[in-house]
């Protein structure tokens, strides 16, 4: 069992920055990838980072250059660094923890609104 808090979240202008934080407890960290997806009103939700135990990591296109994410398996955390911000970018922000070999194993954070408005 892998219990999921997010932090983080917030207002910010457009061309800003926020740094979101996901800190897991209860099961081995470095068993999972960890990973950051986002829903929009009206949209399906959407990978838009994620990080394996030993650092790999892909993006979305979307964020690709803007965003950057990193883990301290140390202190069971994964984070999301949103610079360069944009409109678009708006939604709620889930942080999810796959396990690496047992499949359809996974869990999800409650979430954290992101909205980015002038």
């Known amino acids: 069992q892998v219990q999921l808090v997010e932090s983080g979240g917030g207002l910010v202008q457009p061309g800003g920055s926020l740094r979101l934080s996901c800190a897991a407890s209860g099961s081995i960290f470095n068993f999972y990838v960890m990973g950051w997806y986002r829903q929009a009103p009206g949209k399906q939700r959407e990978l838009v980072a994620a990080v394996t135990s030993s650092g790999n990591t892909n993006y979305a296109d979307s964020v690709k250059g803007r965003f950057t994410i990193s883990r301290d398996n140390a202190k069971k955390t994964v984070y999301l660094q949103m610079n360069s911000l944009k409109a678009e970018d708006t939604a709620v922000y889930y942080c999810?923890?796959?396990?690496?070999?047992?499949?359809?194993?996974?869990?999800w954070g409650q979430g954290t609104q992101v909205t980015v408005s002038s």
């Open positions: 999810n923890a796959k396990h690496t070999t047992v499949v359809g194993l996974g869990y």
